[in-house]
């Protein structure tokens, strides 16, 4: 059974940076696209980046130019730089491999305020 787990969730200031974690496991994770979404409070799931098998990278709009997306596939983990936070950046961030029908993680809170 796959899991994806996700860490580096906290309070941060407004143009503050986090970086969050992805770690795979029980799955093969080179195969897979890794994706992040996030879900403020009262709105709906969005997605927000992506980092293809082969290093692709696709961003969000709302959030292109500020976070970056990397992956360690020798450590099963992928990593979410996120630069110059916003307040509206303010989300529960989840981890996903393979697309809205894969796999999920639980989300890690980012909080983003003065």
């Known amino acids: 059974q796959g899991m994806l787990v996700e860490s580096g969730g906290d309070l941060v200031q407004p143009g503050g940076s986090l970086r969050l974690s992805c770690t795979a496991s029980g799955i093969v994770s080179t195969m897979y696209a890794f994706n992040w979404y996030r879900q403020a409070p009262g709105k709906d799931r969005e997605w927000s980046a992506q980092i293809t098998p082969g290093g692709r990278r696709n961003f969000a709009e709302s959030v292109e130019g500020r976070f970056s997306i990397s992956r360690d596939d020798a450590k099963r983990t992928v990593y979410l730089q996120m630069d110059n936070l916003k307040v509206n950046d303010t989300a529960l961030y989840y981890c996903?491999?393979?697309?809205?029908?894969?796999?999920w993680g639980r989300g890690t809170q980012v909080t983003v305020s003065s």
């Open positions: 996903n491999a393979g697309g809205p029908d894969g796999l």
